[in-house]
Nanobody
Framework: QVQLVESGGGLVQPGGSLRLSCAASGSLFNIYAMGWYRQAPGKQREVVATITSGGSTNHADSVKGRFTISRDNAKNTVYLQMNSLKPEDTAVYYC?????????WGQGTQVTVSS
């Protein structure tokens, strides 16, 4: 059994920063790709950023230059540093990991950008 626990969401003013964390626990034989996705009200879930086991990253155009994904393999944790936040970044953010060739999702953490 694998569990993903997210933390770090909250309310922030436009231009502010937040750092999301997602830690995996359980039977972790191999963790492959990690990623962050988000879903705003009335919209489909979309990819925000991904990182491979080798550390290669991809960021959505909408967050390039503002968000940075990283991972700590020793802690089985993926992070999302979010800077220069905008109201349109408001969404529930989910982490996703491929563990032992299976896909797991976190429970989601709310990020609200508002003055």
């Amino acid at each position: 059994q694998v569990q993903l626990v997210e933390s770090g969401g909250g309310l922030v003013q436009p231009g502010g920063s937040l750092r999301l964390s997602c830690a995996a626990s359980g039977s972790l034989f191999n963790i492959y790709a990690m990623g962050w996705y988000r879903q705003a009200p009335g919209k489909q879930r979309e990819v925000v950023a991904t990182i491979t086991s080798g550390g290669s990253t991809n960021h959505a155009d909408s967050v390039k230059g503002r968000f940075t994904i990283s991972r700590d393999n020793a802690k089985n944790t993926v992070y999302l540093q979010m800077n220069s936040l905008k109201p349109e970044d408001t969404a529930v953010y989910y982490c996703r990991m491929v563990v032992n060739a299976l896909i797991y999702w976190g429970q989601g953490t709310q990020v609200t950008v508002s003055s």
